[in-house]
């Protein structure tokens, strides 16, 4: 974090909540945050069918700590999103569709909405003696898990022997992150457990719980972690990394990782848009039948091999991961956690972490080169893979181009072009996905 001359107002709250002088209290303000544009193009074509969207989004994250005296501190983080995962809204989205049945062949629907974009996400005090850290309030999770999401709770980190850190957390009111798999409208319920019978219940509603031990020994490091989504499931995972320098100029990695998931017997999920709940199951909309969208144990598996020398760079790896053929399951709860991925659309699409079907593995490689006199960097990614889920099996795989230009530490330009494919013996569906993000880090 940076000192920050200008957080006035904040710090003023505190000077006269507490016996610090102004002076000192400004000396002891730190901030740091990115601002990012983003735009976005999506093709697909299922069958013949083909559709077409962009949308424009505009986020930025502004972190602000301060010092009350040698061991208490505190911090808020202030967001905003053209994008409200709420809504479902990107603030200025435009849709364009091709139905040529009717005399108009194509529809464009551009819409806007700015309101509720602004959202104040962490809001924390915390305490620090010696090697001990303790944060209570808003703030990120940051279990290997999850990605970014907030919930609000306490974290205790301790770093009493040298090259270990643990850390324990609890955290309730959890945020309804977009990149939740099972959180959505249509997956997510805990309708077994007397308490909960007959509520609809979001799988970010529950409290989470956790515990890690981390360590780094050059060259190695390691994490183990344990987490409880009440009512829900439970999660370990275990990753072993290494980095060794052969030379100045040549370094060579590995990663080794193990994930596994217990479903609790109350959770079952859903498929349902409606108010009403019947017992333990729900009515699907279009079919009108009955059903539940069962869940089941997971396990994944994923290795990783890496190679950097004079300025490439060579990734390959390996993802097994899965439950029953006829079940559902998950390893990470918001995002892909840290587990390794690879890709743009499959990861968030057939191969998400955080809610996938049946069995599955794919094996990935990637290749990079870094120009430096021009600050450069261009790449391309590819993976293949398959999925087997209730007697169906589909093949997937994706291409990717990518192209990073970074003119200072501070900006950055990236790109990155992605063909996806899964294919069926009845069906076959290709995506395409344009991304530019334009980056400034303060």
Same mark, same amino acid.
């Given at each position: ?5 200008l ?67 505190? &911090?808020?983080?202030?967001?905003f ?27 464009t ?5 700015m ?16 090697n ?10 940051g ?6 999401m907030?919930?609000? &709770? ?22 309804a ?24 219940t979001?799988?970010y ?26 009512n ?6 275990g ?20 994930g ?14 409606k ?53 559902r399951?998950?390893?990470?709860f ?14 968030? &699409? ?8 049946g ?19 261009? &790449? ?6 398959e ?46 996905q ?9």
């Amino acid at each position: 974090m940076k000192k920050l001359s200008l957080a006035l107002i904040l710090v003023a709250g505190f000077v006269s909540a507490n016996a610090v002088s102004f002076e000192e209290a400004l000396k002891g303000v730190e901030y740091d945050g990115w601002l990012r544009y983003r735009f976005n193009n999506d093709a697909s074509k299922e069958n013949g069918a083909k559709d077409n969207s962009h949308y424009h989004r505009l986020t930025g994250k502004l972190n602000v700590k301060f010092k009350i005296d040698d061991n208490f501190y505190a &911090g808020t983080g202030l967001k905003f999103d053209s994008f409200d995962g709420r809504d479902n809204n990107y603030g200025i989205t435009t849709s364009t569709t091709s139905d040529m049945s009717n005399n108009y062949g194509i529809t464009t629907t551009t819409t806007s909405d700015m309101s509720n974009k602004f959202n104040v996400q962490e809001y924390y005090g915390g305490f620090k003696f010696d090697n001990t850290d303790i944060r209570a309030g808003r703030q990120t999770v940051g279990s290997f898990f999850t990605d970014d999401m907030v919930g609000t &709770g306490i974290k205790v980190t301790n770093t009493d022997i040298a090259g270990l850190a643990f850390t324990a957390f609890a955290f309730d009111n959890l945020e309804a992150d977009e990149d939740i798999g099972t959180g959505n409208e249509q997956v997510g319920i805990v309708c077994e457990n007397d308490s909960k019978k007959g509520q609809k219940t979001k799988t970010y509603q529950n409290n989470l719980y956790g515990i890690s031990a981390a360590g780094s020994f050059n060259p190695i490091s390691f994490d183990v972690s344990f987490a409880h989504l009440a009512n829900i499931a439970n999660f370990m995972s275990g990753d072993l990394s290494g980095l060794f320098n052969i030379s100045d100029n040549v370094l060579l990695s590995f990663k080794a990782q193990a994930g596994w998931s217990k479903m609790e017997e109350s959770f079952v999920g859903y498929y349902d848009n409606k108010s009403t709940y019947n017992s333990n199951t729900q009515r699907d909309e279009i079919s009108g039948i009955e059903q539940t969208y069962p869940f089941d144990d997971g396990l994944l598996l994923a290795g990783e091999l890496g190679l950097n020398a004079y300025g490439l760079g060579v990734r390959v790896g390996y993802v097994s991961f899965g439950t029953k053929e006829n079940m559902r399951s998950f390893n990470s709860f918001e995002d892909n956690g840290w587990f390794v991925r690879a890709g743009e659309q499959l990861v968030y &699409g057939i191969f998400n972490y955080s809610n996938y079907e049946g069995k599955n593995h794919y094996c990935f490689g990637a290749l990079d080169y870094n120009i430096a006199p021009i600050k450069t960097k261009l &790449g391309v990614e590819y993976l293949q893979g398959e999925n087997k889920f209730e007697g169906t099996k589909t093949t997937a795989d994706e291409l990717v181009f990518r192209a990073v230009w970074s003119p200072s530490k501070k900006i950055s330009f990236n790109t990155y072009f992605s063909m996806a494919k899964q294919k069926t013996d009845t069906t076959t569906e290709k995506n395409q996905q344009f991304r530019i993000n334009a980056m400034y880090v303060f």
